[in-house]
């Protein structure tokens, strides 16, 4: 099992950053890539970026490309998504999950997941 605890998220106004991170712990080594998933009420759940563990492969999705930067700290047990020049589409509960095997955009690729942060972008 893995345990994923995401914090950071808030409000913030249009042009804002924000960073949020996940802290992952248990059985850790058996992680092969974290991603970041968003939700929108009314919305399905969809991928935003992950990373691959070990090599620190990285992958976006076309709406955040230029504008948000996923990155891992293997010691620490943690990955983040630095997000700026945030838009008020943007506004969603942000998710962290983990796959000990293949990865990808669809949310059946990943076994653990976090409660989720709320993050706003007023305009």
């Known amino acids: 099992q893995v345990q994923l605890v995401e914090s950071g998220g808030g409000l913030v106004q249009a042009g804002g950053s924000l960073r949020l991170s996940c802290a992952a712990s248990g059985r850790t080594s058996s992680t092969y890539a974290m991603a970041w998933f968003r939700q929108a009420p009314g919305k399905e759940r969809d991928f935003v970026a992950g990373?691959?563990?070990?090599?620190?492969?990285?992958s976006y999705a076309n709406s955040v490309k230029g504008r948000f930067t996923i990155s891992r700290d293997n010691a620490k047990n943690t990955v983040y998504l630095q997000m700026n020049s945030l838009k008020p589409e943007d506004t969603a509960v942000y998710y962290c999950?983990?796959?000990?095997?293949?990865?990808?955009?669809?949310?059946?690729?990943?076994?653990?997941w976090g409660q989720g942060t709320q993050v706003t972008v007023s305009s």
């Open positions: 990373i691959t563990w070990s090599s620190g492969v990285t």
């Open positions: 999950a983990s796959t000990p095997g293949f990865w990808g955009t669809d949310v059946r690729s990943y076994a653990y």
